[in-house]
Nanobody, 115 residues
């Protein structure tokens, strides 16, 4: 089974920045795509940002211009750089990897944006 471990979550003030990491148990070259999702209490899980092997990225409208997804292939890690954070960004953030016909999910990391 593929393992994905998120880290980097925590408490940050509005307007602040945070970088989330997703460490994979195998080379990210083996995945068709990597993505970050988030889920706030009482709400559905939503796609935040995604990246495919060719380097193309996509973002939710709510985070465009503020969040950036990137990879470090040598470290088997995907990052989500979050800038200009807002209280509505508060959620559990999950890493997802797609390989062949399978999706793999991490356990999630809590991000809280509050003053």
């Amino acid at each position: 089974q593929v393992q994905l471990v998120e880290s980097g979550g925590g408490l940050v003030q509005p307007g602040g920045s945070l970088r989330l990491s997703c460490a994979a148990s195998r080379s990210i070259f083996s995945f068709y795509s990597m993505a970050w999702y988030r889920q706030a209490p009482g709400k559905q899980r939503e796609l935040v940002a995604g990246i495919i092997s060719g380097g193309n990225t996509n973002y939710a409208d709510s985070v465009k211009g503020r969040f950036t997804i990137s990879t470090d292939n040598a470290k088997n890690t995907v990052y989500l750089q979050m800038n200009s954070l807002k209280p509505e960004d508060t959620a559990v953030y999950y890493c997802k990897a797609r390989r062949n016909f399978d999706d793999y999910w991490g356990q999630g990391t809590q991000v809280t944006v509050s003053s």
